[in-house]
């Protein structure tokens, strides 16, 4: 193998590399967006939690109101009652019952302030939250919008990248072009190590010298005899 097509296999894994990394940054994307949008959907039902409370102690009230509203109907219908009882124990039976029916309702009246509260102190806490959410969703959309952008921009950085392999590749013998993906495809990572002080990046083993003498006489790619991976060796 000549210097060139040396250069030209260097330039090459130099190009795969980039083309490994925009893929995996693409990959990761999806699962970013992902995790975007569901942050965007808690944020969203916290608040509509919030919202039910509110609707929650306004049912609450409102079954309170008629709860009243049958009381003072036993009342009047009691009263009515008073005035045609004959006995003194039943004239007393109905006051007794009448005297619960108002005890009952002044419980409720007391409820309803308190719920009447929670209500004014929610429906604050709601006026705070919503400003929040309305903020939080706004910038989670962003981020979203911005990761929608950033695939745009590497999906085109891949493209570019693909035609420069493919341009390069015209360059490269067949035959050495076919090792070379058959290297990549059995090594995954880095097809040319760099040789430094003896030794092969790709596997950390150390040259054998008689190896190690013909890379220094040579700017040809050796192949280092425990990964198989091209060697390169720069004079420093
Ligand atoms: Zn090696």
């Known amino acids: 193998m000549d210097s060139i097509t ?14 490994e990394e925009v893929k995996s940054k693409i990959e990761k994307i999806p699962a970013e967006i992902k995790r975007l949008q569901e942050e965007k ?11 039910r409370q509110k609707k929650q102690l306004e049912l609450a009230k409102k079954e309170k109101e008629l709860d009243i509203q049958t009381l003072q109907e036993r009342i009047r219908k009691i009263e009515d009652k008073l005035n045609t009882v004959r006995s003194n124990d039943e004239y007393k039976a109905f006051l007794r019952e009448k005297a619960q029916a108002e005890e009952s309702i002044i419980h409720l009246e007391d409820e309803i302030l308190q719920i009447m ?3 004014e102190d929610l429906q604050e806490k709601i006026k705070v ?18 990761k929608n ?16 392999r493919e341009e390069l590749t015209k360059q490269i013998k067949p035959q050495d072009l076919s090792q070379y993906e058959t290297i990549k495809k059995k090594v995954k990572t880095k097809v040319i190590a760099i040789v430094d002080d003896q030794v092969c990046t790709g596997c950390y083993m150390v040259i054998p010298p008689k190896i190690f003498t013909e890379l220094l006489k040579s700017n040809q790619l050796l192949r280092c005899p425990n990964c198989g991976r091209y060697l390169f060796y720069e004079s420093k």
Request: zero cysteines; charged letters at 45%; glycine letters at 0%.
């Open 41 to 51: 959907q808690k944020v969203i039902d916290e608040f509509e939690e919030t919202l």
């Open 149 to 164: 952008e950033e695939i745009k921009n590497l999906e085109e950085q891949l493209k570019q990248l693909q035609e420069k």
């Open 6 to 19: 040396a250069q030209n296999l260097l330039k090459l894994q130099e190009i795969d590399l980039k083309i």
């Open 129 to 146: 939250l919503e400003k929040e959410k309305e903020e939080k969703v706004k910038e989670i959309e962003n981020q979203i919008n911005q």
């Open 117 to 119: 509260q929670q209500i």
